[in-house]
T-cell receptor, first 111, second 115 residues
Framework: KNQVEQSPQSLIILEGKNCTLQ??????????LRWYKQDTGRGPVSLTI?????NTKSNGRYTATLDADTKQSSLHITASQLSDSASYICVVSSNAGKSTFGDGTTLTVKP | EPEVTQTPSHQVTQMGQEVILRCVPI?????FYWYRQILGQKVEFLVSFYNNEISEKSEIFDDQFSVERPDGSNFTLKIRSTKLEDSAMYFC?????????????FGEGSRLTVL
């Protein structure tokens, strides 16, 4: 069964600090992995999308990594801001066209 | 920047009533999706739509749900007889490619409250 597991479930950090969110998956055959940011009550917004051959991709202060061998991804946020407070969702798609969503990590950035 | 728009933003309805949620996908996109998110839970796939027909649906998408693309711009989700457990945020998404390769663009969602 295709699964996406994210950790931690929630995280609280101080403004300006860095943090790393984890995503482990069992989706096969793998097509791509996407990270989304979802503000409370809003729709998810894409941060990065990575295919099998990509092992790192950056979008501003967000850097995603992918290890297709161990089926792990991480999202690193640098110099966090209050506006980074949101849920971060890992979505893994298979070549068959199915996408599996993780439960998300809720990040709270405090002043 | 092109975006997916959804209406209404919030709808309150009585149990057993029919509800239609509307979406205008990004104009050059060909793949359309509905997702559901119950408060505090993960985003769940409902249905995907391509070439004027359903390409895939989840177990959640039972006979009380239907989708339609009535014209060249709108994409609708109909819930025939709402139940309390249908209360959720419903997200429409579109893509220019299949879900497995393309980036999904989500709307802001329609919050459905069933009383």
């Amino acid at each position: 069964k295709n699964q996406v597991e994210q950790s931690p479930q929630s995280l609280i950090i101080l403004e300006g600090k860095n943090c790393t969110l984890q995503c482990n998956y069992t989706v096969s055959p793998f097509s791509n992995l996407r990270w989304y940011k979802q503000d409370t009550g809003r729709g998810p917004v894409s941060l990065t999308i990575m295919t099998f051959s990509e092992n790192t991709k950056s979008n501003g202060r967000y850097t995603a990594t992918l290890d297709a061998d161990t089926k792990q991804s991480s999202l690193h946020i640098t110099a966090s801001q209050l506006s980074d407070s949101a849920s971060y969702i890992c979505v893994v798609s298979s070549n068959a066209g199915k996408s599996t969503f993780g439960d998300g990590t809720t990040l709270t950035v405090k002043p | 920047e092109p975006e997916v728009t959804q209406t209404p933003s919030h709808q309150v309805t009585q149990m057993g009533q029919e509800v239609i949620l509307r979406c205008v996908p990004i104009s050059n996109h060909l793949y359309f999706y509905w997702y559901r998110q119950i408060l505090g839970q993960k985003v769940e796939f409902l249905v995907s739509f391509y070439n004027n027909e359903i390409s895939e649906k989840s177990e959640i998408f039972d006979d009380q749900f239907s989708v339609e693309r009535p014209d060249g711009s709108n994409f609708t989700l109909k819930i025939r007889s709402t139940k309390l457990e249908d209360s959720a945020m419903y997200f429409c998404a579109s893509s220019d490619r299949r879900q497995s390769t393309g980036e999904l663009f989500f709307g802001e969602g329609s919050r459905l409250t069933v009383l």
